[in-house]
């Protein structure tokens, strides 16, 4: 029998996002690559995923991780000399995650994504008390904030108005590649859901810090999963970030 229907041609890699907006892929500074060596193979891996840039953002949170400028720079140039003398064929900077709480300080030295955008995240049990006067004095300064992984809050599973509220502020909403996967669990999955049927989300990144994310990533994206689930969604990721 002659079928007259094609079958649906699958996309297994992840050229169709390409810029990475969210990792932690920087050696030795935090909750991601240990070294050198991990982060060159976690690059690479990315890279034949179909990642072809790559803005790295360790976490700035001072009870854990007390980067800086200094030890920020200090890594990427680690990684770029290293990439210099190897054959890869990527591009890649840095920014930084920054963990609003207590001791977050407003300045006007930022370390941001191009643009002035800002990175953002809060703890995932409970909201920071004055995000939303964080949020308006970020941008009072000039900064353009994005909320990191926003399906992640728990706070916010049962408040869905909270999501509504934080694009009425001007706030951008990044999801993590991994949430539509149920790597973080079913509530996580079923936040990015909701926030992918309101076409609430600009953003897309990996968010990864080692080879089990990268392990579980490489599964989603070379199945199709993640090309069939977000292939035709509106990331800005290129427009921004090119």
Same mark, same amino acid.
């Given at each position: ?34 070294? #050198? ?8 891996? $990315? ?41 890869? &064929? ?17 300045? @006007? @030295? $930022? ?16 909201? /920071? ?26 706070? &916010? ?44 989300? @600009? ?14 990533? /490489?599964?989603?994206? /070379?199945?199709?999963? #993640?090309? &069939?689930?977000?292939?035709?969604? &509106?990331?800005?990721?290129?427009? #921004?970030?090119?």
């Amino acid at each position: 029998m002659i079928s007259f229907f094609k079958k649906k041609a699958q996309v297994s890699d992840i050229e169709w996002l390409g810029i990475d907006v969210h990792s932690h892929l920087l050696p030795g500074i935090d909750d991601g690559s240990p070294d #050198l060596d991990k982060s060159l193979s976690l690059i690479r891996q $990315l890279n034949e995923l179909g990642f072809y840039k790559f803005l790295c953002t360790p976490h700035i949170f001072t009870e854990l991780y007390p980067n800086n400028s200094d030890t920020i720079t200090s890594a990427l140039t680690d990684v770029k000399n290293a990439m210099n003398s190897s054959d890869f &064929n990527v591009e890649i900077g840095a920014a930084a995650e920054y963990m609003v709480d207590e001791t977050f300080k407003i300045s @006007d @030295d $930022l370390l941001c994504l191009p643009g002035k955008h800002i990175l953002i995240e809060m703890s995932y049990l409970s909201e /920071t008390p004055n995000i939303e006067d964080v949020i308006f004095k970020l941008q009072l300064s000039g900064y353009k904030v994005i909320l990191a992984h926003p399906e992640r809050y728990n706070f &916010n599973h049962k408040s869905l108005e909270r999501y509504h509220r934080y694009k009425d502020l001007g706030v951008m909403l990044q999801l993590n590649l991994l949430s539509v996967y149920g790597y973080y669990g079913k509530d996580v999955k079923a936040a990015a859901d909701y926030l992918l049927e309101q076409q609430m989300y @600009d953003l897309a990144a990996t968010d990864l810090h080692h080879d089990k994310h990268l392990k579980t990533l /490489t599964s989603a994206v /070379t199945s199709g999963y #993640l090309y &069939n689930k977000l292939g035709n969604y &509106n990331f800005k990721n290129k427009e #921004l970030f090119s």
